[in-house]
C-alpha cells in the first residue's frame, strides 16, 4: 500500500501555521475577494476547514472504527461555513481552525493505527465503500485543494491590474 | 487606478513565512514531488522565487525608473532554479528567499513612489509597453500563482490514494 499515516501527518498539522502566516492581519480585501458569484474567500475556506474538522474527517474516521460498512457516513454540508464564520473575525477562525487540527492529529496519532488498519472499509453515502487510507489521504490533499483555491482567488483580484502579464501567468485563466 | 501599493506590500511580505511554515522539515517526498515530465516541485518552485528577487522584479522595476521605455528589460530565464538550487537544501533556500524579500520590499518601500510614478512606462521584450503598476501586480499575483502550483502539485501525489474521492476534488483533475 502506497498510504503512510507519517507522511500525511506533517502535512496536517502544518496547514494552520500556513493559513496563520498567510492571512493573520492580511487587509480584509484579500481575505473577502471572491471569484465572483457563489465563489468562495479565503474567510470562507476558513469556515470550511473548521467545519471538516468538526464533523467531517475524524468522525468518520471513529464511524469506520466503530462501525465498519454498517452505517452510512453522515452526508458533509459544503455550505456549513456561513454560518461557523458569521459574526466572527479571521483571527478568531484561524485559532479556532489551529487548535482543533492540533486536537485531531493528536487524537489520530494516539488510535495507534496499525498497517491492516488503513484497509478497514467504511460507507460514504455517494460513492459506496471507501477505506481508511482513503479518508486520510483525502483529509490531506482537501487542505491542499483549498490553499490552492485561496491563491488562486487572491491572484485573480489583480487580473486586471497585471496587464499583458494575464498571458504568462496560468492561475488568472482558471 | 486601482493599484494600491499598500494592499500588495502585505502580500509580499508574508509569501517567505507562508513557504516556511509549509516546506521546513516537510518530508521530502513533498518537496520534490513533481505532476511528472518536466514539471516543477515545491523545491524548484522555491529556486524560482530566489531568482525572481535577484534578477526580475526589483530590477526590472529600476530599469523603469532609471531608462523609462527606451531600455528593454533583461529577458528572465524561468528555468534559471535549476542552477540557484542544485546543491542546497530546502532550508537554505528558505532562508536566502526571505532574506532577498525582505531587502527588496524595504527597498521598494524607501523608493517612497508616489501615484503618478506607477503609471511610469517600461518595455518588456515580449509585449512591449508596461507600467509600474502592472510590474508590482505581476509581482505579487506570481507569488499567489506558485502558492497554487505547488498546492497542486503536493495534491497529486495522493492522486490515487484517495480512491473515488478524487471526483470530489476539483485540484485531482486540473
Known amino acids: 500500500m502506497h498510504f503512510q499515516l507519517a507522511s500525511v501527518i ?11 502566516a498567510w492571512l493573520r492581519d492580511l487587509p480584509e480585501e484579500w481575505i473577502m475577494a471572491t471569484e465572483g458569484g457563489e465563489s ?44 461557523i464564520s458569521e459574526g466572527r ?7 479556532e481552525f489551529a487548535t482543533r487540527r492540533a486536537k485531531n492529529v493528536e487524537d489520530l496519532v494516539a488510535l495507534d493505527l496499525q498497517p491492516a488498519d488503513f484497509a478497514r472499509r467504511g460507507r ?5 465503500v471507501v477505506t481508511v487510507a482513503q479518508l486520510l489521504s483525502t483529509w490531506t490533499a482537501h487542505d491542499l485543494g483549498h490553499l490552492r483555491q485561496m491563491a488562486r482567488t487572491m491572484a485573480k483580484r489583480l487580473r ?11 492561475v488568472m485563466n482558471e
Open 10 to 20: 506533517p502535512v496536517l498539522l502544518r496547514t494552520p501555521a500556513v493559513l496563520d
Open 40 to 83: 468562495w474567500s479565503a474567510f470562507d475556506n476558513l469556515g470550511h476547514f473548521i467545519h471538516g474538522e468538526k464533523t467531517d474527517w475524524m468522525p468518520r474516521l471513529r464511524i469506520i472504527l466503530e462501525h465498519g460498512e454498517d452505517r452510512v457516513f453522515d452526508p458533509y454540508d459544503r455550505f456549513a461555513q456561513f454560518a
Open 89 to 95: 473575525t479571521t483571527a478568531q477562525l484561524l485559532d
Open 124 to 128: 460514504h453515502p455517494a460513492f459506496g
Open 160 to 170: 486586471e491590474d497585471v496587464g499583458p502579464w494575464a498571458e504568462y501567468l496560468p
